[in-house]
């Protein structure tokens, strides 16, 4: 019998040797370090780090092509390595020990995108330059210097050839004192304009695996103001107030500030809400950006963003959407939770205006006065309607407000052109409408248009004004008898609008409502003040707490704070947030216990950092610990939803109904006439406010919008779960 022994001597003898059998727990574990997910990878290349003990016997590959070069063992004691040359499309990388092998699979997609947001947007003008129909284009990099001179506001251009002599010193949150100069790289990813802002020296080279010690490795993010829809590249925005307010003369903009304490600035077109509304393209472009950060600057503690208007809608929903993908902590002003509610709010001040400043619409005997008017519109002033309706919504929603050449664009003449509408815009996220219920324009232009997420049938607009006495019986009545809706052009219908079902139930799953289902996973510091009448009401920030109350029980992962200048709160707080901000990410990365996120942010949050009223309405009052109160102080009024008996959440964009009944309207003394006008305006019921809306759902995190293929995928489907480590 031949024996293992005799087999091992005899291969002793013969000269070979057996090959090392390996635990596979010396195979080194592969993981994508620059994004989130391995399969989101873009620009060709990934910083990918190895987990083992040795880097004796390394070998890693992509395909048959030696990267091994490229890996070793860094400052911090990790193996990594940036993995350049990736082809568009899968890439195995495989990592190996002797003979124990490990391999992850890396899908690289272009620079110009898309990553998961579907086919792109046509017509899309690219800048003078580009190097192809993508707008790649090579980075160009400027430098930049904050003055010692005060009369100088901002960053100045610096010659480094011929050096300004009037360049400030200034000590980042590290301690290191350096002159305040700074690069600027600006460049093209996802078809449109990055920038990403450094101190630096500008006579030393700035290394990955050892950046200059101007850095903090933290990174702020920038956002822009507005809701639109652009077809070609924009400005990525730097100021706080961005498109929402004008600049505040006399101060540098936080971004300033944060560059003098060490931050990166990274900003993008794409999350200028004002260029590119769509919550999808704007998380691809930040993921995109954020690797690309990563990958040239270095590893990155934490990110931050901030920003006014669109610029917290940005942070709200690709936080809630996306999470994890971008931010770490959020610095809002100015907030809405989302695009879609204040939609809402904004499309029925839309319509109330339609009625209430055309008195010929008003029947016999019916007068209103402002006061009256805004009593329906909760607000003790009509004024906010006419800002929202007249800066925001009506050009938002126009399909023919001149976003392409006029041959291009969507007309009577042209139903098939392209229509300027945000909802067409974000068409890919709310999906087509059924053919069943195609408007003329639809079967003339043999195509659906982008679902309609906006309805109001069953609201009885005015129900608490009557109630508490402010209107009539009457004007209730030939209020909601000619209030109508909006057609699929946006043009006043005597009809009320019914919405797309599919388009509502979309509005939940993609995020463009924002049910704050994943928002407790950051932190949050909201900072206002009081709204002189610019479509900037406090009560969105309720909004969002709200929410949070609802979906977690709880809201410790935000601050509010309220002071007196109009919308900000104080002029200095974008840079006092800013601090404390990073104060209390520093407290959640030092917390090693196994708790999940959630909970550590709000038990990690610093004891001085909470709620605080810096507004005293009062004469003799003074600035308190928690909320602003009376509510008018902080300019926290209701919504037309809100006096037809919605919720405080204002997040019902359709109702489900309930059979209209004369005791619900007890002894306001509607007449029996009376009540059978309002059973013909709601024939299929009124509002129950009880019952959460129709389609209304949590949010689908992480969704795509293309399959395999790269063919659309309309409302999208969750991604697989993700893969960054290799086995």
Request: hydrophobic share 35%.
């Amino acid at each position: 019998m031949v024996t293992k022994r005799w087999v091992l001597v005899l291969l002793m003898v013969l000269g070979v040797t057996t090959p090392a059998v390996a635990s596979s727990s010396q195979a080194p574990t592969l993981t994508v370090l620059s994004n989130t997910r391995a399969d989101l990878v873009s620009d060709g290349q990934a910083l990918v780090g190895l987990s083992t003990s040795t880097t004796k016997g390394l070998r890693v590959t992509v395909g048959s092509r030696d990267v091994t070069k490229a890996f070793a063992r860094r400052a911090s004691g990790r193996v990594e390595g940036l993995v350049d040359g990736l082809r568009v499309g899968t890439n195995v990388v495989t990592a190996s020990v002797g003979s124990a092998t490990r391999s992850l699979t890396i899908t690289n997609h272009p620079n110009g995108g898309p990553l998961f947001t579907g086919p792109q947007l046509q017509p899309w003008s690219c800048p003078a330059g580009s190097l192809d129909k993508q707008c790649d284009a090579k980075p160009r990099y400027t430098y930049l210097y904050l003055s010692s001179n005060p009369q100088k506001a901002g960053l100045q251009p610096y010659g480094t050839d011929t050096p300004p002599t009037d360049v400030a010193t200034t000590t980042t949150d590290q301690g290191v004192k350096v002159p305040f100069i700074v690069r600027q790289e600006l460049g093209y990813q996802d078809r449109d304009q990055y920038k990403v802002l450094t101190l630096i020296d500008p006579h030393k080279k700035w290394d990955r695996w050892a950046p200059q010690r101007t850095w903090n490795h933290k990174v702020l993010v920038t956002g822009g103001g507005g809701c639109g829809g652009s077809y070609g590249t924009g400005n990525a925005p730097l100021a706080d107030f961005s498109g929402t307010i004008p600049t505040i003369p006399g101060r540098n903009d936080s971004y300033v500030d944060a560059l003098g304490m060490g931050y990166a600035v990274m900003t993008t077109a794409l999350d200028n809400t004002g260029h590119n509304c769509n919550v999808a393209v704007e998380a691809e472009a930040l993921i995109m950006l954020k690797e690309r950060v990563i990958e040239q600057y270095g590893d990155i503690r934490y990110t931050i963003g901030t920003g006014c208007s669109g610029g917290s809608i940005v942070q709200h929903t690709i936080a809630n959407a996306y999470p994890g993908a971008v931010y770490d902590g959020l610095i809002v002003t100015c907030a809405y939770p989302d695009t879609f509610t204040a939609g809402s709010q904004f499309a029925d001040y839309h319509m109330l205006r339609t009625y209430f400043e055309d008195p010929s619409r008003w029947g016999t005997g019916v007068v209103w006065t402002p006061a009256q008017w805004a009593a329906v519109e909760g607000r003790p002033d009509p004024v906010n309607a006419v800002v929202a309706d007249e800066g925001l919504f009506k050009d938002a929603v126009n399909p023919s407000s001149g976003c392409v050449d006029p041959k291009l664009e969507y007309s009577s003449t042209n139903p098939g052109g392209v229509r300027c509408s945000i909802l067409d815009y974000m068409k890919t996220l709310l999906g087509t409408r059924p053919r069943s219920v195609w408007s003329a324009p639809e079967k003339k232009a043999g195509k659906s248009f982008a679902g309609q997420p906006f309805s109001n049938v069953g609201v009885q607009y005015g129900l608490s004004a009557l109630q508490q006495g402010l209107i009539t019986p009457e004007m209730f009545v030939d209020l909601n008898e000619k209030i109508g809706g909006l057609d699929i052009d946006a043009k006043t219908s005597a009809t009320r609008m019914a919405g797309d079902d599919s388009a509502i139930a979309n509005s939940y799953r993609t995020g463009l409502v924002n049910e704050t289902d994943h928002l407790d996973t950051v932190a949050i510091i909201d900072h206002a003040g009081p709204d002189p009448g610019a479509a900037h009401d406090y009560a969105h920030t309720w909004w969002v707490r709200d929410r949070l109350d609802k979906a977690h029980g709880q809201h410790g992962n935000q601050v509010l704070w309220f002071g007196p200048t109009p919308l900000i709160g104080d002029p200095t707080w974008p840079t006092t947030a800013l601090k404390a901000m990073s104060g209390w990410l520093d407290a959640v990365q030092r917390d090693h216990t196994n708790l999940p996120l959630a909970r550590r942010i709000v038990q990690d949050r610093p004891a001085s950092l909470h709620d605080r009223c810096e507004y005293a309405p009062a004469v003799g009052s003074a600035p308190t610990d928690g909320v602003c109160l009376p509510q008018e102080a902080q300019t926290h009024y209701g919504t037309p939803r809100e006096v037809a008996g919605g919720p405080a959440t204002n997040d019902v964009l359709k109702c489900r109904l309930k059979p209209l009944s004369a005791q619900d309207y007890g002894l306001l003394g509607l007449t029996a006439a009376q009540l059978t006008r309002l059973r013909a305006v709601f024939p299929a019921g009124v509002c129950d406010w009880s019952r959460k809306g129709v389609g209304q759902q949590p949010v689908v995190p992480w969704q795509t919008y293309q399959d395999g293929r790269g063919r659309v995928i309309y409302g999208g489907t969750r991604m697989a779960p993700a893969h960054h480590s290799g086995s």
